[in-house]
T-cell receptor
């Protein structure tokens, strides 16, 4: 089946620094990639949708200047959390969709901001 | 905006008992997808339902899509310890294009051996 990887799996950073998370589709071309945020024991909240070569579409309430998304190729999307604060600590999950309508999820990145 | 609710939020069952989770959308959906997330893991796609009233089975799992395409259910027969996890439904609003999913609140299933 389709495989999506995320890097890093865990990251601890200091408040005020920026963190980049990579999402790659390993064996298929992802026309669309999605970024989600999940708090403990809660559901997935869509942050943004990105298409290769175009600007990401952010969900209401998500600051686009804080969560920078770049979808440079059909197999790579990156999420950069800028000027991170402790409240940004969360589980960030990406997913990728090829030509089917369902999404393949990456293993997630646990971000802790101290 | 669109909301997708699931009940129950938690379910503890004895191994071998059946389990059902219900999913309700505030708006009509074009399709409903189900995902399973194991503790500490990421969501894994289970199935997609598209047609009104559709029923699909995967071994001990039975999925239904309501006639009005606003609700769905997942039923597991004779649960096993491997069924532990959180089950999410996710509603889609179109059959093509840049469709985004709205995930339900999830039902966390625990099994008592």
């Amino acid at each position: 089946g389709a495989v999506v990887s995320q890097h890093p799996s865990r990251v601890i950073c200091k408040s005020g620094t920026s963190v980049k998370i990579e999402c790659r589709s390993l064996d298929f071309q992802a026309t669309t990639m999605f970024w989600y945020r999940q708090f403990p024991k809660q559901s997935l909240m869509l942050m943004a949708t990105s298409n290769e070569g175009s600007k990401a579409t952010y969900e209401q309430g998500v600051e686009k200047d804080k969560f920078l998304i770049n979808h440079a190729s059909l197999t790579l999307s990156t999420l950069t959390v800028t000027s991170a604060h402790p409240e940004d600590s969360s589980f960030y999950i990406c997913s990728a969709r090829g030509y089917s309508s369902h999404q393949y999820f990456g293993p997630g990145t646990r971000l802790t901001v101290t | 905006g669109q909301q997708v609710m699931q009940i129950p939020q938690y379910q503890h069952v004895q191994e071998g008992e059946d389990f059902t989770t219900y999913c309700n959308s505030s708006t009509t959906l074009s399709n409903i997808q189900w995902y399973k997330q194991r503790p500490g893991g990421h969501p894994v796609f289970l199935i997609q339902l598209v047609k009104s009233g559709e029923v699909k089975k995967q071994k001990r799992l039975t999925f239904q899509f309501g006639e009005a395409k606003k609700n769905s259910s997942l039923h597991i027969t004779a649960t096993q310890t491997t069924d532990v996890g959180t089950y999410f439904c996710a509603g889609g609003k179109s059959n093509f294009g840049n469709e985004k999913l709205t995930f339900g609140t999830g039902t966390r299933l625990t099994i008592i051996p």
